[in-house]
T-cell receptor, first 110, second 108 residues
């Protein structure tokens, strides 16, 4: 299995607080992705990166920002968490072929 | 962006039955993958199949890129096959877009 780890795995936070989720990969993959999964919506792309410091928005990017200062790390930040951002977040990485996923982070905003 | 549709959305099978899941996509793609999300939420890579046919045990997949569809075949289904099956396509800049999935329940 590809070495992709997400941290934390579970988090409960209060509305209005900032939250950062971390994705770390040991595969030297060029591409990295953040998705959220909600019932009835499958996996929706939030942001993705096609290289260090190169990122772009996905279909549900409002309220989220990302940073990639090193090949192995891709950070997802919720500047001011809202209840609508309660979800399961998945990170993925890949080269020019397959993408591989982390275990997911369950975020609850109360 | 690329639209990805999967059918059927839900499927209930008796153990031992065969099934075919379909994935249609709206534009040319660089890659296509099939994933299985197990009941614990883990996403498992099944196939990387931008074109042609591949088999892995009881599972096989076929992608016809020129007609913009892919099929996942499950033969002799087992209860451990239960979960959600996703198709995901890769377009420009390696942007990966998922379909909404097929939820499969295999009953004993």
């Amino acid at each position: 299995d590809a070495g992709i780890t997400q941290s934390p795995r579970h988090k409960v936070t209060e509305t209005g607080t900032p939250v950062t989720l971390r994705c770390h990969q040991t595969e030297n993959h060029r591409y990295m992705y953040w998705y959220r999964q909600d019932p009835g919506h499958g996996l929706r792309l939030i942001h993705y990166s096609y290289g260090v410091k190169d990122t772009d928005k996905g279909e549900v990017s409002d309220g989220y920002s990302v940073s990639r200062s090193k090949t192995e790390d891709f950070l997802l930040t919720l500047e001011s968490a809202t209840s609508s951002q309660t979800s399961v977040y998945f990170c993925a990485s890949g080269a020019n072929t397959e993408a591989f996923f982390g275990q997911g982070t369950r975020l609850t905003v109360v | 962006g690329i639209q990805v549709e999967q059918s059927p959305p839900d499927l209930i099978l008796q153990e031992g039955a065969n099934s075919t899941l379909r994935c249609n996509f709206s534009d040319s793609v660089n890659n296509l993958q099939w994933f299985h999300q197990n009941p614990w939420g883990q996403l498992i890579n099944l196939f990387y199949i931008p074109s042609g046919t591949k088999q892995n045990g009881r599972l096989s997949a076929t992608t016809v890129a020129t007609e913009r569809y892919s099929l996942l075949y499950i033969s002799s289904s087992q209860t451990t096959d239960s979960g959600v099956y996703f198709c995901a396509v890769t377009g420009g800049y390696q942007k990966v877009t998922f379909g909404t999935g097929t939820k499969l329940q295999v009953i004993p």
